[in-house]
C-alpha cells in the first residue's frame, strides 16, 4: 500500500487565489481527516468525514474553507480566496476504525505571499 | 484546541541513553496514543494505550497511562541517531476525534 497520498506537496500561491489540496486516503479505511499544523497552533483537526459523509467541521477556520470526498478514494480541501495567514502544513489522515492509530500523508506545505 | 500537553518541550540526549518524555491531558478519554513526525515529514503513529491499560510495550517503547493523573509518559531506550524527531501525544476521548499535544523535539547526538 502506498499508504496516504498528498498533492501537491509544496503549494505556492498569491493572496487571493483560490487554493486546492488532494488527498487519497488508504483503501479500506473509513475515516478521513484534514489537520492543519503551524509553529503557532501546533496540529488542529480540521474536518472529519466518516464513509464520506462530513461529521464534524467544527475546526474549518472559516467560510473560505471547504472540504469534500465525493467517493471513498479521494477529498480536498479547497481555500478562497487564500489569506498569508493560511500559511501552514495542511495533513491529510485516514484511519480504518476512527481514531485507532492514524496513518499520515505526507504533507502539503502551503505558502501564500 | 489541544487537550496533550508534553513534558519538555525539547530535549537532548546521547546516543545509548534513555529518553523519557510525559503528557497530560484534562478530560476522560478513551486511548491514548503517541506519534513521531520527522522533520519535514508526516505523523507516524508508533502506540496506542487504552484507558484500561496501564503500561505498554513495542521494542524500545515503552508507554504508561496513569487515568487518575490523566497522564502518560514515553519511554525510549537505548536511542539512535534517527530517534532524532518530535513525538507527540494525542487522546481519543471517544468522539474518534483525535486531539495533539504541542509534541516535544528530542535530538539524539552522536
Known amino acids: 500500500d502506498a499508504g496516504v497520498i498528498q498533492s501537491p506537496r509544496h503549494e505556492v500561491t498569491e493572496m487571493g487565489q483560490e487554493v486546492t489540496l488532494r488527498c487519497k486516503p488508504i483503501s479500506g479505511h473509513n475515516s478521513l481527516f484534514w489537520y492543519r499544523q503551524t509553529m503557532m497552533r501546533g496540529l488542529e483537526l480540521l474536518i472529519y468525514f466518516n464513509n464520506n459523509v462530513p461529521i464534524d467541521d467544527s475546526g474549518m477556520p472559516e467560510d473560505r474553507f471547504s472540504a469534500k470526498m465525493p467517493n471513498a478514494s479521494f477529498s480536498t480541501l479547497k481555500i478562497q480566496p487564500s489569506e498569508p495567514r493560511d500559511s501552514a502544513v495542511y495533513f491529510c489522515a485516514s484511519s480504518d476504525t476512527g481514531g485507532y492509530g492514524y496513518t499520515f500523508g505526507s504533507g502539503t506545505r502551503l505558502t501564500v505571499v | 484546541s489541544q487537550q496533550g500537553e508534553e513534558d519538555p518541550q525539547a530535549l537532548s540526549i546521547q546516543e545509548g541513553e534513555n529518553a523519557t518524555m510525559n503528557c497530560s491531558y484534562k478530560?476522560?478519554?478513551?486511548?491514548l496514543q503517541w506519534y513521531r513526525q520527522n522533520s519535514g515529514r508526516g505523523l507516524v503513529h508508533l502506540i496506542l494505550i487504552r484507558s484500561n491499560e496501564r503500561e505498554k510495550h513495542s521494542g524500545r517503547l515503552r508507554v504508561t497511562l496513569d487515568t487518575s493523573k490523566k497522564s502518560s509518559s514515553l519511554l525510549i531506550t537505548a536511542s539512535r541517531a534517527a530517534d532524532t524527531a518530535s513525538y507527540f501525544c494525542?487522546?481519543?476521548?471517544?468522539?474518534?476525534?483525535?486531539?495533539f499535544g504541542a509534541g516535544t523535539t528530542v535530538t539524539v547526538r552522536a
Open positions: 494525542a487522546t481519543d476521548a471517544n468522539d474518534y476525534k483525535l486531539s
Open positions: 478530560t476522560s478519554i478513551n486511548n
